[in-house]
């Protein structure tokens, strides 16, 4: 047993990703893997075309969510799991959490603030259910208001915590889950002007090489590649 979790340590597994390119839980999986120098096998399966509810995929993923990623002989369904696995996996493979106990909370804070108090509320299980109650603009509205009341909080905690990045001048899983964020932030609308710091930070970000490269506009279901 000793000398199996030895090799799980030091050789490269093989390493499936299914995803979406316009999905922002699946762009941090994949913004992760790409920092952390991990080669992995795409495989698209398309939202809008309902290819989450084939039987094939349901065995994998229940919820009917991507991303999922299999790595290791077992299955992930939750990005924010499978970023935590990744992260644990791979420790020395570009960490993106500090060794300090106290920073690592601040930083799931943000996280879980990101993945849990706003991408939820305006992903692609409640905006068509608001749209068909309220209509397109109210759509666009609740979108808004949902990445505005997360974003005010969030300003006031990077104001304390950014350097170059949301945290000092470390990438870390605050700026992998913050990254997809912002371009819905934009994609929607959103006036930025109220919020400085998070979008010097998103500037940042974007001159990264890893961010551009997992952008779903460059990724292979991506529609003129």
Sequence with gaps: MEESMM????????VILYSYHLSSCSWRVRLALML????????????LRGQQFSEEFTKRSPFHTVPVLEIDGVTLVDSVAILLYLEERFPDK???????LVQRAHI???VFLIASNIQPLQNTQILPVIEA???KEER???????IAKGFSALERILEKTAGK?????MVTLADVVLSPQLANAIRFQLDMAPYPTIQRVGQALNELPEVKAS???NQPDAPNL
Excluded at 7 to 14: A, D, I, R, S, V
Excluded at 140 to 146: I, M, P, R, T
């Design 108 to 110: 799931h804070q943000v």
């Design 7 to 14: 090799q799980k340590g030091t050789e490269m597994p093989k």
């Design 94 to 100: 570009r960490p993106l959490l500090p060794k300090d």
């Design 165 to 169: 990045y949301c945290f000092g001048d």
């Design 133 to 135: 109650k309220l209509g």
């Design 215 to 217: 952008a779903p506009a």
């Design 140 to 146: 666009l509205k609740w979108a808004q208001y949902s």
């Design 36 to 47: 952390k120098g991990i080669d992995y096998e795409y495989k698209a399966i398309n939202i």
